[in-house]
């Protein structure tokens, strides 16, 4: 009997006959195996969304969320010193500085939504590096580049605090 005679039968239910396909893999599937797509009928291995793809950062992806986050981060970072001075000069002193954590944490939104909202170790390295790279620059701006400024423990607290806001924001999802 010539193969197009023959029946086709359900890759997960044997004892269904079936003409239906997955769309990406070909394998035959019954409607009760079945998910639907956009694209067509897809076994529920293939409509599976791979683990790789939420992990994994294209290179075009990686340097446009680098540059938003530490875009972001230099921005806020001058917002962030700005309002540290206007409380200081009302007397809530090192207070002020808790404002780092919710500065990191605008710099993980950002760095979430540019991803797509991908997980893994390189989006959290990215969010550190870009909270604390605008923190050094804005920094290094308003020292006028002397690298003295960064001998400053206060903005080492400062970069800590972000990083940990950043990596709470970034993990949190």
């Known amino acids: 009997m010539p193969d197009a005679a023959m029946p086709l039968r359900c890759h997960c239910r044997h ?100 991803t797509r909202y991908k997980r893994g170790d390189q989006v959290e390295k990215l969010a550190w590096l870009a909270a604390a790279l605008g923190l050094i620059g804005m920094v290094l701006y308003l020292s006028g580049g002397h690298l003295a400024a960064l001998l400053n423990l206060m903005l080492w607290l400062r970069i800590a605090l972000s990083i940990v806001g950043a990596h709470n924001r970034v993990r949190a999802y």
């Open 15 to 114: 004892h269904e006959i079936t003409s239906l396909r997955c769309a990406r893999c070909g394998v035959p599937i019954c409607p009760h195996c079945s998910v639907v797509y956009p694209a067509g009928m897809l076994c529920k291995q293939c409509a599976k969304p791979s683990r790789a793809a939420r992990l994994q950062l294209q290179p075009q992806e990686f340097i446009l969320a680098l540059v938003a986050g530490t875009t972001v981060s230099y921005v806020a970072a001058w917002l962030l010193l700005l309002a540290e001075g206007l409380l200081i000069s009302v007397h809530l002193g090192f207070l002020a500085i808790f404002l780092a954590f919710f500065h990191g944490m605008l710099v993980g939104e950002t760095v979430r939504r540019v």
